[in-house]
């Protein structure tokens, strides 16, 4: 929604200005400058990026008309989950919960958080390593060290569509001029033409730059900044679970290694030790 409401007021006080300044919108209208510059920029964002890289980035760009999801209430449910599960782990021992790990969807447990449980991926790193920590062949150093390189491909996956945006930003303002100059070269081939129709052909041509910098600083290169927040926001939810169960691991309570958790997230996310404390009991008595 706020992608949408910050190009309203691109366009209004671009657009708005020119026309308070005594311009006349109308002579910004030329679609086929619009078809050269979108035209080759699109065709070369399809040039630069393979077929992962494509379908990377068109599964990205619909999210960003989208709120976050990595809110308060998800994390405070997977603190909640976490909590349940090294307490049960604690109490009972490493093998009590294969049967959950095994098949989360069947878990009374993992249930009772079904926007955890929404989320494939999150499950998956959860039960990898709980899976992992069944096993009791690894220490927490190795465990660490795999936590690390799998969130680093994740942020790594992540880039890709970013990337990919900002080179297609970038060069929006080259086919700008592209335009411009193809504009020019119509222009010197209508020299016989009045003053007045040369001023219009010249104006046409300029079009082409004011386009190319206006769609790539508005529109395009703005969503490739919002596209990284949102891989960093991510990322964010799976150091937490790491840090959670590492403080488990060498040998922290599960009420610490969660304290342990909590700090880890975004100060916008965090909640406090009471609320955290309060959502756990009422997920228990669930």
């Known amino acids: ?75 405070m449910d997977l603190l909640a989950l976490l909590y349940e599960l090294l307490t049960k782990i604690r109490k009972e021992g490493l093998m009590s919960v294969e049967a959950d790990v095994d098949n989360p969807e069947s878990s009374p447990l993992f249930s009772k958080y079904p926007s955890i449980l929404a989320d494939h991926h999150l499950i998956e790193f959860l039960t990898d390593y709980l899976r992992l920590m069944v096993s009791g062949s690894m220490n927490a150093f190795e465990i660490e060290n795999l936590m690390d390189n799998e969130i680093e491909t994740h942020h790594h996956e992540g880039e890709v569509p970013v990337h990919s945006v900002t080179k297609l930003g970038d060069g929006l303002p080259a086919f700008g001029i592209v335009a411009a100059v193809m504009g020019v070269v119509k222009t010197m081939g209508s020299v016989h033409l009045p003053p007045a129709e040369l001023g219009v052909l010249i104006g046409a041509a300029l079009t082409g730059t004011f386009l190319g910098i206006l769609l790539a600083y508005g529109f395009v290169s703005p969503l490739a900044n919002l596209l990284e927040q949102k891989l960093n926001e991510s990322t964010k939810i799976y150091q937490t679970m790491k840090v959670t169960l590492l403080a488990s691991i060498n040998g922290y309570a599960p009420a610490i290694a969660v304290e342990f958790g909590r700090k880890v997230l975004y100060s916008t996310e965090r909640p406090t030790f009471s609320q955290l404390e309060e959502h756990v009991k009422g997920a228990k008595s669930r």
């Open 1 to 75: 929604m706020l992608v949408i409401v910050g190009w309203v007021v691109v366009l209004l006080c671009v657009f708005g200005g020119f026309a308070l300044a005594g311009g006349h919108l109308a002579a910004l209208w030329h679609p086929i400058e619009l078809i050269i510059i979108g035209g080759g920029a699109i065709g070369a964002f399809i040039v630069s990026n393979n077929n992962k890289a494509l379908k990377a980035t068109m599964k990205a760009l619909p999210t960003l008309f989208k709120g976050s999801k990595y809110n308060q209430a998800l994390y």
